[in-house]
C-alpha cells in the first residue's frame, strides 16, 4: 500500500478520520480543501457526508480516480452507531460484481433470522422507498423533483398497489420499520438505497432506478444469493479493518485490479 498516494478532503478527514488512518500511517496523503488542489496522479478518497466541490470534480473530470465511503450495507442496525462502512471505487456504489480475492468474506457479514428468509414473491403491494433529494441525483444526471414525479406517475399506473416509503429517521429505527414493510411487498423499489440488499436477503425481488451495488440481480427471483453475499462482504469492511488496513489491501484487489 506504500506505493499509492492520496488526496483526502478535510471534512472526511474530520468526519470519518478512523476510516483513513491507515493510509495517513502508511502511504502518501495530503489534506485538502478545494479542488484546485486535486492533483491526477493521486486517488481521491472521501467519505459521505462531503462537500459539493467533490463531486463537481470527479463529475467533470473523469481523469480522477476516486474511492468513495458511507455506511455499510449489512450489520449496522445491530448497533448504536455504525460499525461497517462500504467503499466503492470509481463510483458512488461498487456496482461491478468480481471473482473474490483469497477466501471468502460472507462469515464477516452480521446476518441473523430477521434478516435472511427463503424467496418469497407473494406480497400485497409494491414498495417504493424513496431516496432524499441529495447531490447523488446531481452526479447521475437528474433532476429529483422531476425524477419523483415521473417515478410516482408510472408506479400509480400499473395495477399493482403502490406504497411509498418516505427515507426518514435513524438507520436502527428504519431497520425496524422498514422490514416488515418489504417482508409484505411483492417487489422493492429503490434508487439506491441499502433497502435493496436487505430486500434480496428477505428472498424479494427488486427494482434498481438509479445505481446499487446489487443491481445485477434485479428482476431475478430464486437465484443462488451466495455470490450476491460475497459481493456486499467485499464491499464493505468494519472500522477495525480500515485501522488495519484490511479494507483498503482488499479493495485493492477486489475493485482496483480487477477494474476491467
Known amino acids: 500500500m506504500h506505493q499509492y498516494k492520496f488526496q483526502i478532503p478535510k471534512r472526511s478527514k474530520e468526519l470519518r478520520g478512523q ?12 489534506t485538502i480543501e478545494r479542488p484546485e488542489e486535486i492533483e491526477i496522479d493521486r486517488y481521491l478518497a472521501f467519505s459521505h457526508p462531503f462537500d459539493d466541490w467533490v463531486f463537481d470534480a470527479i463529475s467533470k473530470d473523469r481523469r480522477i480516480n476516486f474511492f468513495h465511503l458511507d455506511n455499510g450495507y449489512i450489520g449496522n442496525h445491530r448497533h448504536k452507531t455504525p460499525l461497517y462502512y462500504r467503499i466503492s471505487y470509481n ?37 417504493l422507498v424513496m431516496p432524499n433529494n441529495s447531490n447523488i441525483f446531481k452526479y447521475l444526471g437528474e433532476d429529483y423533483s422531476t425524477w419523483r414525479t415521473n417515478t410516482v406517475r408510472h408506479y400509480d ?18 431497520f ?13 423499489i429503490t434508487y439506491h438505497s441499502m433497502a435493496v440488499v436487505e ?14 451495488a446489487v443491481q445485477h440481480w434485479q428482476g431475478q427471483f430464486g437465484f443462488d444469493r451466495k455470490p450476491m453475499l460475497e459481493h456486499i462482504a467485499h464491499s464493505q469492511f468494519s472500522r477495525k479493518e480500515y485501522e488495519d488496513g ?13 477494474d476491467v
Not at 100 to 117: H, M
Open 199 to 212: 430486500a434480496l436477503c428477505l428472498g424479494k425481488p427488486i427494482e434498481v432506478l438509479g445505481q446499487s
Open 246 to 258: 484490511t479494507a483498503w489491501e482488499t479493495t485493492f484487489k477486489y475493485q482496483v485490479e480487477q
Open 176 to 188: 425496524q420499520e422498514i422490514l416488515p414493510m418489504m417482508l409484505s411487498a411483492k417487489k422493492v
Open 19 to 30: 476510516l483513513f488512518s491507515y493510509l495517513y500511517k502508511h502511504c502518501d496523503v495530503k
Open 91 to 127: 463510483s458512488l456504489q461498487n456496482t461491478k460484481v468480481r471473482p473474490p480475492v483469497n477466501k471468502s468474506r460472507i462469515e464477516y457479514l452480521e446476518i441473523d433470522d430477521d434478516l435472511w428468509k427463503e424467496w418469497n414473491e407473494g406480497g400485497d403491494y409494491n414498495l
Open 157 to 174: 399506473s400499473l395495477p399493482e398497489k403502490l406504497i411509498i416509503r418516505e427515507k426518514e429517521g435513524k438507520r436502527r429505527q428504519r
